[in-house]
Nanobody, 126 residues
Framework: QVQLVESGGGLVQAGGSLRLSCAAS????????MGWFRQAPGKEREFVAG????????SYADSVKGRFSISRDNAKNTVYLQMNSLKPEDTAVYYC???????????????????WGQGTQVTVSS
């Protein structure tokens, strides 16, 4: 199995940027497609972005397309989420997740992911 630890969250003003990181340990990182999800208070967890095992295929929720970018460095066992032009509605706890079953990844369903990090809080002030 794999252990995931997110970092990089914080408080930022609207229009600002943050880069989240998710460090993996355990099994071979490139065995997993990866995803980022978020959950705001009182709302269900939602898909944000996904990336394939080798990083060649990415997918995004419509709400973040053009503003967020997912990438990975398999040599560093880390997946990133670059968030630009942040909006107050981006405020949430952000989670990274690992999918052991799909090579290309990109599933928008949380049930497709086998392992989860503990989450990191992102707060965007207006």
């Amino acid at each position: 199995q794999v252990q995931l630890v997110e970092s990089g969250g914080g408080l930022v003003q609207a229009g600002g940027s943050l880069r989240l990181s998710c460090a993996a340990s355990g099994r071979t990182f490139s065995d997993y497609a990866m995803g980022w999800f978020r959950q705001a208070p009182g709302k269900e967890r939602e898909f944000v972005a996904g990336i394939s095992r080798r990083g060649g295929t990415t997918s995004y929720a419509d709400s973040v397309k053009g503003r967020f970018s997912i990438s990975r460095d398999n040599a560093k066992n880390t997946v990133y989420l670059q968030m630009n032009s942040l909006k107050p509605e981006d405020t949430a706890v952000y989670y990274c997740a690992a999918d052991a079953r799909r090579i290309l990844g990109g599933s928008t369903q949380s049930s497709a992911y086998d392992y989860w990090g503990q989450g990191t809080q992102v707060t965007v002030s207006s």
